[in-house]
């Protein structure tokens, strides 16, 4: 194990009936609150209502930010600032997924940026000052409830970067009844991106403690026995709260404590939905089985220690090689079970687009740790993503 620091300062509010405090947290840092959201859900099932009437008991002013969507798009958050700079916002509350936070984030962090916001996101530069952030979240994916990134989508340059460290959320309300409505195709993609979190981890050359790879093989566990409950009960307390629970903990820092991580597979995701625009958790889905058979000869062990112990795979009489090649069919199966997309056929992404979206992802040089990647490396994962 690496030497590490570690600091996460987001305050997690879990369980049912946690969102009633948000009049009262909101109006901690202030009087004028920013509210984001994404294409209208929260509206329909009726958490905007109750929000803005928490909201209003506090006499607090309200403006809001709505219509963010997946993949959020940078004109988004130059509009997000604009308005925090025009009503002097004291504190911005995104109640919503992945997106709906990834644009409050860099919302927050923009308001105190002078120049080129985009250029900002690239650079991915220090962020020393920004704006109070409180969350509601609504869908189990990417952590951002209690992480400090942020994913941008430029869709006039096909680019989608990530900002790292950028700001942590102050708070975060997490209540598992507010992810009851999710659809089925969205609990799926969320469920994928947090496995695909783990294994980002996970798969690592760093000699790693037992506590810490043990608690990144318990996450995944949970997750391939709580996702076919969840499935065919969407109104379980307990197995959305495992989940919500798992998206939390499997990118907030703890399972990548003293490790080398790889993140490759993101970065080839990224370049597919910035070109495509597609489902962040769906591309995963696609792309990280074919990355692991890919990379599978730079370190078969980790492999085989992940299928005994996350699929109990049984070893006797088995090579390292014959066990990780059935815990990567295992995981192929598992998404499979969800009916996640498996081929970029699903999403009719052209071969033409190959050249540009393997440019795109190695656009700042090698990717990944467990094999650095080149553009020829990525091209062969994609064109291994079609039937």
């Not at 195709?185 to 695909?196: L, N, W, Y």
């Amino acid at each position: 194990m690496k030497n590490f620091e570690f600091h996460n300062p987001t305050k997690i509010i879990f369980g049912k009936g946690q969102v009633e405090n948000i009049g009262r947290k909101a109006a901690e840092y202030g009087q004028n609150v920013l509210l984001t959201y994404g294409g209208g859900s929260i509206k329909k099932f009726g958490l905007y209502d109750e929000v803005i009437s928490l909201l209003e008991k506090e006499d607090l002013n309200i403006f809001e930010l709505g219509g963010i969507q997946s993949n959020p798009r940078l004109s988004k958050v130059i509009e997000g600032v604009k308005i925090c700079e025009e009503n002097n916002i004291d504190i911005i509350l995104a109640v919503g997924g992945g997106s709906t936070i990834d644009a409050s984030k860099a919302i927050s962090v923009g308001y105190y940026h002078d120049g080129d916001l985009w250029k900002m996101i690239k650079n991915d530069g220090d962020f020393e000052k920004n704006l109070p952030l409180g969350t509601i979240l609504t869908l189990a994916a990417t952590g951002s409830e209690m992480n400090g990134n942020a994913v941008i989508t430029n869709w006039n340059k096909k680019e989608k970067k990530a900002i790292h460290e950028a700001k942590y959320p102050d708070f975060s309300i997490l209540d598992p009844t507010n992810t009851y409505t999710v659809p089925r195709k969205h609990t799926v993609f969320g469920i994928v991106d947090i496995a695909s979190h783990v294994f980002e981890q996970y798969f690592s050359h760093t000699k790693s403690s037992y506590l810490v790879d043990s608690w990144a093989e318990d996450i995944l566990k949970n997750l391939i026995k709580k996702s076919s409950v969840v499935l065919s009960s969407p109104e379980n307390y307990e197995a959305r709260a495992d989940i919500m629970l798992a998206s939390t903990m499997a990118f907030n820092g703890i399972i990548g404590m003293g490790k080398e991580e790889d993140w490759a597979s993101h970065a080839i995701e990224h370049a597919v939905s910035a070109v495509y625009d597609i489902p962040h958790g769906a591309g995963l889905s696609i792309i990280f089985p074919n990355w692991m058979r890919y990379v599978l000869a730079s370190g078969e062990e980790k492999f085989a220690q992940y299928g005994i112990e996350v699929f109990d795979i049984d070893p006797q009489g088995k090579t390292d090689k014959d066990i990780a090649l059935e815990a990567i069919d295992e995981t192929r199966n598992w998404f499979d079970r969800m009916d996640a997309p498996a081929t970029l056929d699903y999403y009719d992404i052209s071969r033409d687009d190959l050249d540009l979206m393997a440019d795109k992802a190695v656009e700042d040089g090698k990717i990944g740790n467990y094999k650095k990647l080149d553009k020829n490396d990525v091209l062969k994962i994609l064109k291994m993503s079609y039937n």
